[in-house]
């Protein structure tokens, strides 16, 4: 197996019809490519372009980061930032709760990995989606 580290320029996509199996209206795949080598599996079909995709995985090792900015420019607001960067933790807890839910989740972020893995063998050593799910954690999202 080989494994190359690449950079994200973006990592949420947004579905072309709304997903009424799994109700996500975003997905994201941190790695390019699949160990497991599913029969089943869509990941393999010509339509993703993804080159050897049972033998060379593709870690987007920025993937955390990214997922960060793309939530934060589209107006979402995380937990560490409304402790350290505003006046949230001055507030009164029913105040504070009334801010926090007053920027309600808009949509909901399916990290399976739609066309990999995401707990395929190299998130083991690499922890990609792990960093991923503690960002999205940290934004309060479901």
């Known amino acids: 197996m080989r494994y190359e580290y690449i950079r994200a320029k973006s990592i949420l996509s947004k579905p072309s019809v709304y997903d009424s199996w799994f109700h996500v209206t975003r997905s994201m795949n941190a790695y390019r490519g699949c160990e497991f080598g599913c029969v089943y599996c869509d990941g393999m079909s010509e339509g993703y372009h993804v080159d050897d995709f049972l033998t060379h995985v593709r870690i987007k090792e920025n993937a955390h980061e990214i997922v960060r900015q793309e939530l934060e420019k589209d107006g979402f607001v995380c937990e560490s930032s409304m402790e350290t960067e ?9 105040d504070a709760q009334k801010l926090k839910e007053s920027h309600p989740i808009k949509y909901c972020i399916g990290v399976s990995g739609g066309v990999s893995d995401a707990y395929q063998q190299a998130e083991e050593e690499h922890r990609v989606t792990r960093k991923v799910l503690e960002v999205l954690l940290d934004f309060g999202m479901p």
Do not use: D, R, S
Request: proline share 11%; aromatic share 12%.
């Open 86 to 94: 505003t006046l949230i933790p001055f507030l009164a807890h029913e």
